[in-house]
C-alpha cells in the first residue's frame, strides 16, 4: 500500500508560481514512476506532468510545458511540481500519483493517488 500525501497548494495571482510536493509513504518509492494531475470543476481530470524512476523522462502535457518543471528526490520518497508563470486556467485541484515501473499520461493507470490539493489563481 501507498499513501501520497500533496502539500504547497493555494491562492496566487496570475503570474505567480507555487511549488507543490508529494510525500510517499513507501520503501519501494524508487520503483514507481510519478505523476501530476489536475481536476477543474466539472472537467475530467487531467495529466500534468510526469517523471520516470530513473528520472530521465519527463512528460508534460502542452499547456505547462515551460512553465512547470517536476522532479523528484528517492532518498526523500518525493515528487515535486515547480509551477511558474501560472495562469487563471491552471486553477485546479492537483493530484500526486503513482504507477509501478512504468510512467502513464492516463488516470485510470495509476495505481495510488493522493487527496489533492487546490491551487487557485486568481486574474
Known amino acids: 500500500q501507498v499513501q501520497l500525501v500533496e502539500s504547497g497548494g493555494g491562492l496566487v495571482q496570475a503570474g505567480g508560481s507555487l511549488s507543490l510536493s508529494c510525500a510517499a509513504s513507501v520503501r519501494t518509492f524508487s520503483s514507481y514512476a510519478m505523476g501530476w494531475f489536475r481536476q477543474a470543476p466539472g472537467k475530467e481530470r487531467e495529466f500534468v506532468a510526469g517523471i520516470s524512476i530513473g528520472m530521465r523522462n519527463k512528460y508534460y502535457t502542452d499547456s505547462v510545458k515551460g512553465r512547470f518543471t517536476i522532479s523528484r528526490d528517492n532518498a526523500k520518497s518525493a515528487v515535486y511540481l515547480q509551477m511558474n508563470s501560472l495562469k487563471p486556467e491552471d486553477t485546479a485541484v492537483y493530484y500526486c500519483?503513482?504507477?509501478?515501473?512504468?510512467?502513464?499520461?492516463?488516470?485510470?493507470?495509476?495505481?495510488?493517488w493522493g487527496q489533492g490539493t487546490q491551487v487557485t489563481v486568481s486574474s
Open positions: 500519483a503513482a504507477r509501478w515501473l512504468v510512467i502513464t499520461t492516463l488516470a485510470h493507470e495509476c495505481d495510488y
